[in-house]
């Protein structure tokens, strides 16, 4: 048997890792935290972003050169009220949040030891390795079963493998251990008024939450551990209705942590993306000697439409690049939306959709289910448009008639 011509695993990696760093420029990663991590999770199908992140590209200060500064973020007073509402529920060794589980929950807790792992040895001077030694040395002797190891364990310091680089989880989070299993809670600031949450906070809070549960679970198998030890059901501590008083909910993230896992996958096996894309292509923004970068944005401009997008309205709560992708993808019927993506499969234009609607134009073969589906569409609303209009004009004549009357 011959080798020769061929390549190992490890020549593999290093030539992606080589690739991935030519694509990054001459600067180090972007770190990611918990927050990026669950970003990755909407939209994993565009390339762009799966390459970006995958070499640790700055995206933000990408996209403010090539004039599309990202704007998402929390605001300060946000932040301060989400600070205000975590303190509040954690003062007195987490009473209010031992309070919760026990009423809200029904979990029949006979007594808590709490142990703060974001301040025991010194916050300020402990690198994220003491913080995430000490996290891992105390989570794994609960796991082992300890009587007296634990129960509430606040801010533990995780870590994550993201595209071969290990990330620290930067500590927003309280793992609580009730009868040998942990559960995560996660505490925001978002209300719940009547029983209810905005779903797309409810959705990102539980994104994240996955991603702790899932590092909480890889620390676990790597040190011999049942990962089903951690909960897939999270616990969601928020605001109730317009107070400060706490409620909890346990939240189901099964189906968050299976996309989390194939994208983490993904991430891991980018070869085949990289192999798509031009031998030459970076996003150094190569600095001259006063850190002012000397390529022009058109050029970069140009790099990053070497790479696929798959531009959906979502991508401007989770991407720095939505409003350069979302400007890209004008016209195009996947800026719309997934749902419109997904019924318009095949049609790529507004136009050509709009043109298939009127009748205008003759559908291709693969565009004649959508197609028939946008004229019966055109039809109902040609035939609903007019009794709408005139509708609304008889009920604001009527107002006018009765307020003239008043
Ligand atoms: S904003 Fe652009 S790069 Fe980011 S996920 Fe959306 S399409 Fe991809």
Known sequence: MTTTGTSTGTDRDVGVAERLATIRGGVGPKRHNARTIAALTRNPGCARRAVLDTAGVDKQRLAAYVDFPARFGQSQFALARGNAFEALVLASGAAELVRLLRERLGLPIPEVAYDDLATVTGREKDTPEVRYARSRAQLLRAAAGGDDAGTLFDHPLLALEVAGQRVYLEPDVIAFRHEGRFHVVEIKSF??????????KVSAAAIQAAVYVLAMREMLAGAGHDPELVAHDVVLVCPRDFSNRPTAVLVDVRRQLAVLRRQLRRMTRVEAMLAALPPELTFDLAPDAAGVPTRSPESLVDALQAIDARYAPDCLSVCELAYFCRVEARGRTAALGTSA???????????????????????AEEQAEAAALLR?????????????????????????AAGAAG
């Not at 209300?191 to 797309?200: I, N, S």
């Open 191 to 200: 209300a719940v008024v009547d029983g209810q949450a905005d779903p797309a």
């Open 341 to 363: 993506r997904e019924e318009l499969g095949g049609i790529d234009r507004v136009e050509t959709a709009l043109g298939l609607a009127r009748g205008e134009l003759t559908p």
């Open 376 to 400: 019966n569409a055109a039809r109902l609303r040609a035939e609903l448009l007019p009794t709408a209009v005139a509708g609304a004009a008889e009920a604001a004549g009527a107002a006018g």
